[in-house]
């Protein structure tokens, strides 16, 4: 005998599951993100010192610690966006990142490192900001114990990699494999240039940390039992195409039959990384920049100057907040503006827990939003009419 159940009772049950899938969702968290309005590099060591200060103070969160600042150096030393130097246009500015240092230092940090996964094999992180014709020596002298790394090579050691799972299952991989330098950190500091990008979207906190993933296992020549002992091309083949999986010493992707398109890749690749190495503090340097992609060889590239840092404690929030200082929604979905022809990294991390989108449960600090806002797709220059989002 079959069993009858009116709508009535279909409907409620129907609420009941609803109730409970939402129940077990991962919480998505707040915090205060705070903005600043800077037009020059100059007086911009005081603004970040009171932008701390209105978080809460870094104390509380680099005291006696080792401090991993990730910087933002995509691209290659001599490419530049017209006669504008890198840090100028798409690279983190070497002013702001010894701003930091020494506010880190001010507050009590144990140990300072610089790294960026550069594309300059085997030179250190240092020889590359030599080839760009930055103080090194400025950096060095910021602080007590400032070190480089280049986390793109492996770490010395008898543990060159460790691996860090994605919490609540993530998107594309379940676990990535890093240097062990994100390992060795007690906090992460991601200093990044804001700008939009031509596969995600949009670059801030969030995207700045895509190049911590180690060429030697997820680049394109990268071993197939074994990472190579130098990195060899870049991620396209696994991480943006899907073309192959990392060496077997790694976990492979969750869904080998997902779209095999960066920009179904890339947002959940960024969206894991956030959940998997937790990103502690985010400072976005907006000061100038550029609109049109991430770097001078995106079609559409031109200079700007938005005249704006943000910084937070929680990467989504941050971010959030980063979004609409550039003239964007941060509740934006598939194909709205910045993201066109992609998913939002924003939205994907927000299912991971790892933080709210929603301006509305977010406290700016500051300048707010309306004061500070900068329309990046309003800068003058050509700008192609959006492709049709791809299909996944």
């Known amino acids: 005998m079959g069993i009858e159940i009116n709508r009535r009772a279909f409907l409620g049950t129907l609420a009941a599951a609803g109730t409970q899938l939402r129940a077990a969702a991962p919480t998505a968290p707040t915090a205060p993100v705070a903005v600043a309005q800077v037009k020059t590099y100059d007086d911009h060591l005081a603004v970040l010192g009171k932008m701390m200060d209105q978080l809460g103070g870094l104390g509380k969160l680099v005291k006696g610690k080792t401090v991993n600042i990730k910087i933002n150096m995509t691209g290659e030393p001599n490419t530049r966006l017209g006669y504008l130097p890198p840090s100028r246009s798409y690279w983190t500015h070497p002013q702001t990142v010894g701003c930091m240092i020494r506010l880190l230092d001010k507050a009590g940090a144990r140990r300072i490192r610089v790294v960026e996964g550069v594309g300059s094999w085997p030179n250190s992180l240092e020889e590359w900001m030599y080839r760009a014709s930055w103080d090194i020596r400025a950096l060095q002298t910021a602080a007590p114990r400032v070190e480089f790394v280049n986390s793109n090579l492996p770490y010395p050691g008898k543990t060159p990699y460790t691996r860090f799972k994605v919490p609540n299952g993530g998107h594309l991989f379940p676990a990535y494999d890093l240097s062990t330098v994100w390992a060795e950190g007690d906090v992460l500091v991601s200093v990044t240039k804001i700008k939009e990008h031509t596969t995600a979207g949009i670059t801030l906190g969030m995207k700045n940390c895509f190049g911590i993933t180690p060429g030697t296992i997820y680049g394109g020549g990268a071993g197939i039992d074994e990472p190579l002992p130098l990195p060899h091309g870049g991620r396209q083949e696994i991480l943006h195409n899907g073309r192959r999986q990392p060496p077997k010493s790694a976990l492979a992707e969750i869904d080998p039959k997902s779209p095999r398109q960066d920009t179904y890749r890339i947002p959940r690749c960024v969206a894991d990384m956030s959940a998997a190495l937790p990103i502690h503090l985010v400072v976005g340097e907006g000061i100038e920049s550029m609109a049109g992609g991430e770097g001078p060889w995106s079609q559409d590239a031109r200079p700007c100057a ?60 500051g300048a707010s939003i309306a004061q500070a806002r900068f329309d990046i797709r309003a800068v003058p220059g050509k700008r192609s009419a959006p492709r049709r989002p791809s299909a996944g």
């Open 306 to 365: 938005p005249g704006v840092i943000y910084a937070g404690t929680n990467v989504v929030t941050a971010d959030a907040v980063g979004m609409a200082l550039l003239g964007f929604d941060p509740m934006a979905e598939r194909g709205t503006a910045p993201f066109e022809r992609c998913d939002s990294s924003l939205k994907l991390s927000e299912a991971l827990g790892v933080g709210t989108r929603d301006l509305k449960q977010i406290e700016v600090i």
